[in-house]
């Protein structure tokens, strides 16, 4: 159950990012992708999500920046703080409880997708919207 609303979660998310975003065609999209280590399934879910973007984009261009980790939560922050400073990301997007706790600290008013979260509300990711 916590998978299926995590999956609706994350497509209206994306739907709402790319229908709201004025962009002219020639304007890249860049995302940045923060993954907490190597791993088969933390790899996927990034393979999985630039995809998924890809063909939602259709003719937009996109750009996407990679960051690693290396399975250091002072790491995740540290990437954090580095590329919040960023104005031309549009979306960040933490694979794993560690990137999403450091982008949500230091990143306040641009969109930050995550997966591989247990419990996002508990650990105060979700934000209301009115």
Known sequence: MKKIFFLIMFGGLLSLFFLNKKVETEKILTIAIVQGASHPALDAANLSFQKTLKE???????????????????????????????????????????????????????????????????????????
């Open 56 to 130: 939602l984009a259709g003719e937009k261009k996109l750009n996407f920046l990679f960051y690693n980790a290396e399975g250091s939560p002072t790491q995740a922050y540290a990437i954090a703080q580095q590329i919040q400073a960023n104005k031309q990301i549009d979306l960040f997007y933490g694979i794993d409880s560690s990137t999403a706790q450091a982008l949500s600290q230091v990143e306040k008013n641009r969109p930050i997708v995550f997966i591989g979260v247990e419990d996002p509300k508990e650990r105060g990711f979700l934000k209301e919207f009115t």
